[in-house]
Nanobody, 123 residues
Framework: QVQLVESGGDLVQAGGSLRLSCAASGRTFSTYSMGWFRQAPGKERAFVAAINRSGDSTYYAGSVKGRFTISSDNAKNTVYLQMNSLKPEDTAVYFC????????????????WGQGTQVTVSS
């Protein structure tokens, strides 16, 4: 069992930056690959970024590539999402998730989810 708690969501102007954190507790953090997803009102949950359990491979949705960076700190059991050059269309609730797979981009492939943190980007 893994418990995930996101933080760092906020209201920010377009062009600004935020860093989201996801703190994990429970089973050994390093045995899971981690992902970030987001869900805007009326839309399905969408893949944002993922990092494998060894922390040496990362994957991004096309819409965020070059602007967002996922990273992990196994010593702190924490995964981060650095978001730069934010756009109004990035507004959503952001979720972190853990999977036993090597890497995954679909929500159904993830076993554990946090409660989400709201990111709002104003124009």
């Amino acid at each position: 069992q893994v418990q995930l708690v996101e933080s760092g969501g906020d209201l920010v102007q377009a062009g600004g930056s935020l860093r989201l954190s996801c703190a994990a507790s429970g089973r050994t953090f390093s045995t899971y690959s981690m992902g970030w997803f987001r869900q805007a009102p009326g839309k399905e949950r969408a893949f944002v970024a993922a990092i494998n359990r060894s922390g040496d491979s990362t994957y991004y949705a096309g819409s965020v590539k070059g602007r967002f960076t996922i990273s992990s700190d196994n010593a702190k059991n924490t995964v981060y999402l650095q978001m730069n050059s934010l756009k109004p269309e990035d507004t959503a609730v952001y979720f972190c998730a853990a999977t036993g797979l090597w890497v995954a981009s679909m929500p159904y492939q993830y076993d554990y989810w946090g409660q989400g943190t709201q990111v709002t980007v104003s124009s």
